[in-house]
Each structure stands twice: as C-alpha cells, then as structure tokens.
C-alpha cells in the first residue's frame, strides 16, 4: 500500500491495514480505550505516526450524538436474517431511528461487516445471529452499544435479544408425538447459533415424553446442502417415522433429498424446520416449523439500542427472551404404522 500523505488525508483504515489489525482495534487505541496489549498500542501508534493519520474527532462527535442511526449486521445468505431486517425497519421507522445495513457474505466475515459500521455514524450496533467470539463482541462494545439478536452470549458488555430456543423444539417434538410418532430423529445446526440450545431441547422434550431410547442426533448444520446430506444420513440407518430439523434452510434441503429418494412426506416421513422464514412458506415447501416472534423479537433489540445509546440505566438481565409458537403445515401428519 503505498504512503496516504499528499494525495488524500490518511485514515483508520489506512492505518488497520498497514499495522495489520481490525478498525476497531485502531480506535481503541487512538481513543486510548483499555482492549489493545502494549505492543500492539506501540505498533499501531507508529503506523499511525509514519502515516500522519489524525482521528477526526468532530466525525467522533457526530458518531456519537447521531441517537438516529443503528447499524445492522446480517448474513445475506440466510432467510431469516433478511425477516429480522424488514422486522428492524419496521421497529426502527415509527420511532424516528434509521438502519444503516452492512452483510456478510461467504467471501465477506463478520469482523469485516462490524468494522465498516464502525466508520459510520451508528449510535449503536445490532448483529442478527453473530457468530464472533465474545472478546470481539466486548471491543465492539468498547466503541458502541452492542446488541445481537439470535444468539445466547453472557458478557456484561453486550446485550441479547433472542428466542427461547430449546422451547421451540419442544413444541416440535409434542406436535409429533401428539401425531403419534415414537421414532422422532433430529438434524442439528452443527456449531451455528442457537444449534446447542435446540439440541438441548430435542433430546429434553425426547425424555419428558418417555422417549429416551429413540433419541438419535444426525450432523447437520444451518444450509440446504447439510440437510440433504443429513437426510441422507438418516435413511441409511434404521428410518425414523419424523425428523426435526434445525433451520427452515436445512429443513429444505432435507424435504428435497428424501422426496428424490422416493418417500412422500409426510405419508412416509414427516419434517419440522425452525424460523417460520419465507423459505417455510413457499407454497411447494409448506412446512411446519416453529416460528420466532419476529416483530417482538425487532422491537426489544431496537429499544435496547436506543436505551444503551442514549445512557439510559438499566437494571436486570441483559437478555431477552422471547417466546416461539408451532406453525403447522403440510409436512407433518401421523405416522402409517
């Protein structure tokens, strides 16, 4: 990268790239903030100096006293990603707050899409569904407000807002053992959010009901492709009468895969998904799935934000839980035999 000097005034990203660490690290530093080890505060002042960068501190101010703008993380790749953000204008407009979008991509991380909002005037940060550790949560939060929706994380710098996600399961597993299903596998998220929490409440809602000795968890993860390989897995083994499966999108997958193998669901097998996204309401789809409280969901995050960005105390937990409701559609039914 060649020197920033005389053709254009040097900036945070400038120096980012030459120290070789995130936009959020740099101003942590400049600001003087804790967060940065002592070598790295020496490096990044050095490239800061050698490149005559100077952090604009009226940009600051207005970053600071913009109470209108939230900056929104989001993964363009994920259904019902894109239902919480139509859900987030719609919280955010009555209110007089605007959204400031910046996605993930699987060529774009999220420390890339978290850095860039960084630079825009956000009074405060929403992340649907983060998948970052919590020390990059924390340095976030060190410059902004930082609330993620979709996700469980304890840190007492960052806020949640998210479903109940082992109940929702549940609701699953009773609907189909209301059905009069027994063998009920489960297709898991893999390491994606929220995955731990709905495995938890598989095999739970799996004991309550006497079922014990029918649990079966089959790999899986958050995308069509890991459903039908996940499906394909299921019908290698002893076949399970019903499957619930992690996500509308692994959820789609796994209906493709079984129906080419032949079997009609739900006369053969029946599948539930987890999200209520669009993906489920696709009239050839039409599944049943448990379906997260969306506008409830939008509404908490963004008064959280608004709170946190304008020093509003608040006392209590730092997460919200909002509970989810069972949508029954097509592919479920009671088993044959």
Do not use: W
Request: hydrophobic fraction near 45%; proline fraction near 4%; charged fraction near 25%.
């Amino acid at each position: 990268m060649g020197h920033a000097g005389a053709t254009r005034r040097a900036t945070m990203m400038d120096v980012a790239a030459r120290a070789g660490v995130s936009q959020s690290l740099v101003s942590i530093v400049m600001r003087g903030a804790p967060g940065a080890g002592a070598q790295t505060r020496q490096r990044v002042l050095a490239v800061a100096a050698e490149l005559g960068y100077r952090p604009d501190t009226r940009a600051r101010l207005l970053r600071q006293n913009d109470s209108r703008m939230l900056g929104v993380v989001f993964g363009v790749q994920h259904a019902f990603h894109g239902d919480l953000v139509a859900g987030l204008y719609r919280a955010a407009g009555p209110v007089g707050h605007r959204l400031t979008l910046s996605a993930t991509t699987p060529d774009r991380p999220e420390r890339v899409a978290v850095d860039d909002l960084l630079g825009d005037r956000c009074a405060a940060v929403i992340l649907l569904g983060s998948e970052l550790p919590p020390a990059d949560l924390s340095a976030a939060a060190r410059i902004v407000p930082v609330v993620v929706v979709a996700r469980a994380v304890r840190h007492e710098a960052v806020d949640v807002v998210r479903t109940a996600e082992a109940q929702g399961v549940a609701l699953a597993v009773d609907h189909l053992v209301a059905l009069g299903h027994r063998r009920i596998a489960h297709i898991d998220g893999g390491r994606a959010p929220g995955a731990a929490e709905r495995r938890r409440g598989y095999r739970d809602a799996m004991r309550r009901n006497g079922l014990d000795g029918e649990v079966r968890v089959i790999s899986g993860g958050p995308t069509e492709d890991d459903g039908a390989r996940a499906a394909r897995e299921v019908l290698s083994g002893g076949r399970p009468s019903a499957v619930t499966v992690f996500n509308d999108r692994c959820a789609t997958g796994a209906l493709q895969a079984l129906r080419s193998s032949g079997l009609q669901v739900p006369l053969d097998i029946s599948v539930t998904g987890y999200d209520d996204s669009r993906l489920a309401r696709i009239t050839f789809v039409d599944l049943t799935t448990v379906a997260q409280d969306v506008d409830r969901l939008c509404e908490l995050a963004v008064e959280r934000a608004m709170d946190r960005a304008a020093g509003v105390e608040i006392t209590g937990r730092r997460e919200q839980i909002v509970p989810p409701t069972l949508v029954v559609r097509s592919t479920t039914g009671a088993p044959v035999s």
